[in-house]
């Protein structure tokens, strides 16, 4: 849920287009805040996956340059042509046709080449950019499923969606268009300055005082407008999570008639928001126009200091023109630079959080035995296992040992360690001391995926994916080079579905098996979803199978239909169950009672009972 | 639709329009102004006009400033406004809705169009008003001044202007699919991403790691070519119009140079025409990339519209004729889902009496919980009448309902705020006694007293603090405060270990002896003390009677049982 909201949250923007009344949006160049443990070593890292792309990333580079450079040239060519004319106008001088056609020429050939690199760099950077960004998407991806589950358990799914979502984003924003437009301001910065100076240091010096002023004014405006944009980020998360209460609560707000207060509530929420909203977005429009004033003010000063200077023959007409240019040339570039550091700064932090990720570290992988699943009998031993998710040991010393084909029932309280001996079994998470053995061959000489082909399990954790319930039951296929879900044959599906008694109730559905389940899966109930878990299950044939609290959602009388088609199925299978009903393991071959990671209790449920033991309490307890 | 919620703006939208005008205005002067200095103060070495006309510039720029923030006050209030009364409009609609209208609304969409979509109108509103607006009469304002300085010239901009929409429109509109693509695609990423690592278990347990990378891969691939070709095709947009500028400022230099040598031209005329036809053009050019957000925030307003239109499906009828009988009564109730073929249930008829308590049981999908959809009036029947105290629900305002029925629901929501709050939304006001005894009575008292914060100890948002069981009990205790003739509990006792259920039972059928129950569970032994126990199976009634009863004669009751209490069925009766 959070990791929805999250992303609802995010602003879509038309690239190119400004984004409105997007608040900080219009500013989060500089309100974009970011610190970077290791900057120099972070940007290498960047450049590093560039290299494929070098020769056409320098390519982009000098396109660039060759188009800021040409950009300084224009003006004074336009001046040159201008002061043809005030000669002609106040000299009465012959108008030099031979000069203007040239100079003409030249611009015409100025303008194609300005527009060819602009044209061509910018092609070449969306190219390099989104490679770069394809490739660390896919890198994410890899080493996300290559991380030891114990990584998920210490950083949040929000975190890591945001890591791809928005950190991503921010680099690949500002690889494609901060990298050349950052270059192209700071040429254009210095290029006019130079230019401006060779027509009139003095002018020069006018015009650029002002640009340290602006800057400063503009800084503490948004230093001053944070705490608004902060407040309205604030209300606006407020605002959003109670309409999603009052939404998703509908049973009890309709029912209890609660209705009209949460309006009221809604609606005094409704108009905070409004206040805070108008507020922002207008102090975020004041910063531009308030550097905007001082520029302007500064352009008319130019425009009459300038004109005295023609009339004192100083400044020639062409040259007063041109500067006029020059000044409002300076003008984007020099909005851009104010906010390119920032977020070049932040970008560089982002990208260190993505490297921090794909540096994590993986498990090593030892074992290179094949493990064929048709001839594996279904011993499992564990021998003298430890294991701790934390420092401290929840198994010491565990030992077990399971006949193939036999039917084992793990209970215990929550806490008591039935889920992590299944974690083990399928080597989720790697013991600290001990063994654990299939057919009496250690498990560490086979790589986990090698291993797990011996395994078919259904979870606790009920996960479908977003996509067909066809597809989703065909997951648990084992899937051959270069097939697809789509590839696994129908008849094993709906199979695979009748023995999960999932079936009936996919077919009553009205699209049957082609029902797109959507994220969560929650347009069926959690019952149907545990049905599914157990076909997915069901169509991989495999020696070992282990259910995890697979039909806790499941009505009680449904079990035992499942537990028979688990039978039908799996005769020869050695079976795990994890069962929170007692009820329904009655007939295990034996039953293991856990507490506190250790095996305190095995036997047949009569055995058991007659032990007068823990199980016999439980069972009593369970039964009051 | 917006026109109907800008019209309570109307007097600050004018305010906006009036006063953007004013800033376009003053942005035109200042290159006129600047003509003006050529030609009058430069070229006549008069630096008396020089200075004035400066100041002249001086205060079309402070003006130009103050009418652009005063019409950006305007704007945000506007704005902002809509937004407001947009969401009020969407929420205070959507809160009353029953599920039978709700079908169709995920939860998840209604809270997008009530955020996002209303967040992108906004947007939409501020371009029209703010963009839209100032760059079209800055145009016209452009080529009215060129025209009044020199007609031929101003001609030529005429003529290039339709050239440079048209071509702006191609463009933007040629990369506009390319930007629903790319969105789609990024969406496509994300959910990747995050269903692979909340499946993370599931997809290694059957290795299918290898399947997810490359499923991925399509979607990077896609979001790449994507970007690849909207971005190379937009490239091309402001690059391409620079260079048509320039090649037509070159043109009017060139042009004006006869005109020149003839004299029929002035300088600062010439620096004018040159300025005026660069603010066009990239006028133009933004004007042609914004009308593109056009389609886009159509979708957003069709959306709200379309939960706008929605009417209540169920409304309430009138009162045709009450009996003064007591009691809940189901006659003969048919009932499909909206879009179904299947029945839900079938010829369900049952009554319930204050001072009864009665009970459902069944499969996971037998439809229990549908009978208590339509007695809450969330649908209506299909066939039949549901019955409150002799009137036909359709004719009950759903408060009135609400009033008679305290339904404690499966899904035990509990809002973000304090447990005190949580338990006072079954009954206002509720004093802090009241609130302990009902939590005594579902177990819970004695870990709140020892909790630091007592009644004031927080929930977060979806309860993720709580579990399950904790959850359902705070539901139970939230219906239980509640004074009303019949109490509903739709199997809401399931994550409760049997001791603890027990002992809220007894609590319950203690508090509600005089008072009409009805129970849907799984468990028989949450049923098993009440006076009638339906057996529903696909949603018609197959048995009925009291535990006793079913467990002599009800073959799928005794299955139930059997699932159940395996071994030892004879202790329990």
Redesign the interface.
Known sequence: ?N??SS??DKQ?G?????????GAGRVSGLLASGSTKDARGTMLRLFKNLARFKWVFILAIILTLAASLVQIL?PRK?GQ??NI??G???NRTA?D?AV?WKT?AV??VL??V??LS??LS??LM??VS??V??SL??Q???K???LP?NH?DRSS?GD??SL??NDLDNVANTL?SGLTSSLSAVVLLVGVAVMMLIINPVLAFLSMVVIPVSYLMVKYLIKKAKPVFQKNAKLTGVF??K?????????????????A???AE??SL??E???S???S??VS??TR??G??IL??N???L??WG??Y??DGVLS?GG??AF?QYTQMLRGPFNQVLGIFNTIMAALASAERVFEFLDAEETAELGNEFMDAGAVQGEVAFDQVDFGYTETLLFDGVDLKVKPGEQIAIVGRTGAGKTTLVNLL?R?YEISGGKISIDGKDTRGYQ??EL??A???V?Q?T?L??GSIRDNIA??A??SDGED?SDVDFERIKEAAALARADS?IE?L?QGYDTML??GA??I?Q??IQLL?IA?AMI?KAPIIILDEATS????????LIQQGLKELASNSTSFIIAH?L??I?DADRIIVMDKGTIVEVGT?RELLEKNGYYAEMYL???? | MLIKYAKKYSKLIAGQLIFASVWVFSQLM?PRL?VD??DS???M?D?GA??QK?LA??SA??L??AS??IS??FL??V???I??DL??DL??K??????ET?TGF???T???R???DVKQV???I??SLR?IFTLTITVIGALVVSFTLDAKLASLILIIIPAIFSLGLFLTTRALPQ?SRI?LS?DR?????????????????????D???KE??KA??D??EA??K???T???????I??LT??L??VI??L??GR??G?TI??GV??GL?EYASISLSNIQQFA??I??IP?SKVSIDRISEILSTEELLQIKEDSMGSNARGISFKDVDFYYP????AALRNISFHLQEGETKAII????SGKSTILKLL?REYDAYQGRVCLNGKNIQTLP??E???M???V?Q?S?L??GSIRENIQ??K?DAADEEIWAVLDMVQMGGFFRESPEGLDTQIA??AVNLSGGQKQRLSIA?GLI?ESSFYVFDDCFSAL???TE?KIREAIREKLADRGVLVVA??VATVRDADEILVLENGEIMDRGSHQELADSSK?YK??L??????QEGEIR
């Open positions: 849920m990791t929805e992303n609802k879509e038309l690239p190119g287009v400004s984004k409105g009344v997007g224009i336009i042509i201008i004319f005030a002609l106008l106040t108008f046709w203007v003409g611009l015409l303008y194609v300005n527009f602009n044209y910018g092609i969306v190219r989104q490679n960004i394809r998407r896919n994410m991806q890899v996300l499923n290559a589950l998920f799914a890591l969606v791809l979502s494609q959003n999570g309409i999603e209460e009052a939404y998703m609560g509908e049973d009890v707000v309709k029912h209890y008639n609660i209705g207060d949460l309006k809604l609606s409704n108009d928001l409004y206040d909203e108008w507020k977005s207008l429009f004041v126009p308030a905007d004033l302007n003010s352009y008319v000063l425009a009459i004109g005295r023609v009339i007409l007063f023109q006029l399928m989720f986990a995926e797990r082909k395994y078919s399990m979870l954790d996960w994916f977003s997951f648990g084992d899937l879900l109730f009553c009205p959507s994220e929650s347009n109930s019952g149907q878990t997915r991989k959602s499941v009505d009680t009388r449904t079990e035992l009903r009820s329904t009655q449920h307890a369970g039964r009051a | 200042i600047m200095i050529v103060g430069i070229m070495k630096m020089i200075v400066g510039m001086l720029t402070v130009n400033i652009l923030l950006i006050y945000t209030r704005t902002a406004g937004s407001r969401r009020a929420f205070e959507v809160i009353d809705w029953s599920k709700r995920s939860n998840s209604l809270i997008t009530t955020v996002n906004s947007t939409l501020d371009l963009k930007y969105r990024i990423i994300n959910q990747l991403f995050r269903e692979n690592i909340r499946g993370i278990r599931v997809i290694r347990a059957f290795n299918k790691a399947y997810e990378v991925f891969e990077t691939k979001a790449y970007n690849v909207s971005e190379s937009m490239m091309l947009l402001s690059p391409l620079l260079l320039n090649i400022i070159l230099l060139l004006s140079g020149a040598e004299g002035k300088l010439l620096i040159i990339s914004i593109t957000i886009r879009g179904s073929r299947r069944g499969s996971t999908g809450l759903r408060e309902i609400g009033r029925i305290t339904f629901p899904s929501f809002f973000s939304a079954g206002k948002q979806n939230r509640r270990d049997y001791s027990k799984q468990r799928i299955e139930i059997a699932s159940q209490l395996k071994s």
